[in-house]
């Protein structure tokens, strides 16, 4: 009999665990779909675990695992990957911003053979014009880099078996769930699905966290800004190249440049790009430092008494 994984990543979301798994329960006992709801609390500061407990209590098909700090939603979700052990995933916001209706839909379209069903928002919901007008920005300069539409994207999909396994065998530790489903390819369908509201407790996101999400994943992606580095530079060095003739030329018809001024700026200039480039480099750099120590993603410091085998600690990924 196909099963069906739900994997819920939850930051302080003690007021939406209890109501969450209620409404989810109630509609996949509705549908007749063979279910386990995972919660996974991001290090959570308030009693989101406990909640989590507690409806793993009462609920056999509940299971929840705490980290030991703080991971970032990336982290979460991956986790949940790990503790699924569905033939099916879906990963939503436990938030219900992610409206469960569609949920059968999905379910029907895996059954009907496909591999990874995409939730694809109609609309934002509602949002700050300055959260608006950046996220906007950032998926645009994201669908540029890697070549896909990313706009309407989201995290709220299902994923097959083997696409779980595919991601979960990835050996990267910076990554970027949303579009490594599009990276991975297989058979692919789009459910479109309206953003609701947030219920209780509030988004998450600052905007310097967005803003570090968003250059943490354009680079974790795409290798381009590197490569408008040499474009700067070679924009520059054609630059250079016409105002050296005209400066030789000034010089032996004996009317030389006259003053620092035109040193001073060219100086800063190109001070500037140099410091951009290797700002740009750096940031890779220390991408690839993080990659290389090999960390885990994540540390999982308890689970609920229904995970089976030993999963404390992201490094059995
Ligand atoms: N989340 C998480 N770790 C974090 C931040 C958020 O697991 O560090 C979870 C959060 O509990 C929620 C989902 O990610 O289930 C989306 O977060 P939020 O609702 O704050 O974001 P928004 O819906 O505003 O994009
Ligand atoms: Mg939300």
């Not at 994997?7 to 302080?12: A, D, G, K």
């Not at 033939?87 to 219900?96: F, G, K, S, Y």
């Not at 097959?160 to 991601?167: C, H, N, P, Q, S």
């Not at 509201?197 to 905007?207: D, L, T, V």
């Amino acid at each position: 009999m196909a099963f069906l994984s739900i994997v819920l990543p939850s930051y302080n979301e003690e007021q939406n665990i209890a109501h969450t798994a209620r409404v989810l329960s109630g509609l996949l006992v509705q549908e007749q779909i063979e279910y386990e709801l995972i919660f996974v609390s991001d290090g959570s500061r308030d009693g989101t675990y406990q909640e989590i407990l507690k409806a793993a209590q009462q609920d056999p098909h509940i299971k929840g695992a705490e980290f030991s700090r703080n991971f970032g939603k990336e982290a979460s979700i991956f986790a949940g990957l790990q503790l699924a052990t569905g033939n099916a995933v879906i990963v939503m916001d436990c938030d219900l911003q992610h409206p469960p209706q569609v949920i059968p839909q999905m379910w029907k379209l895996w059954n009907e053979g496909y591999e990874v069903v995409e939730g694809i928002k109609l609309s934002r919901g509602r949002e700050g014009l300055l959260h608006k007008c950046f996220a906007g920005a950032f998926y645009r300069i994201m669908s540029g880099l890697i070549k896909m539409d990313m706009n309407a994207s989201s995290d709220y999909k299902l994923l097959d078996r083997k696409v779980v396994d595919v991601l979960l065998g990835l050996p990267e530790k910076n990554t970027f769930f949303r579009a490594l489903t599009f990276w991975a390819g297989f058979k692919t369908v789009n459910v479109e699905y309206e953003v609701q509201e947030r219920m209780y407790g509030e988004s998450k996101w600052s905007f310097f966290s967005l803003m570090r999400y968003a250059i943490t994943n354009a680079t974790s992606f795409s290798t381009l800004p590197l490569q408008l580095v040499t474009v700067l530079g070679l924009v520059s060095i054609l630059f250079s190249m016409g105002l050296a003739v005209q400066t030789l030329v000034k010089y032996l018809t004996g009317t030389a440049v006259e003053g620092f001024t035109t040193v001073i700026l060219l100086i800063l200039i190109i001070g500037g790009f140099i410091m951009l480039s290797l700002g740009v480099i750096g940031h890779y750099i220390a991408r690839i430092y993080e990659e290389v120590k090999g960390r885990p993603r994540y540390i999982i410091s308890r689970v609920t008494d229904n995970v089976q085998g030993n999963v404390t600690g992201g490094w059995k990924r």
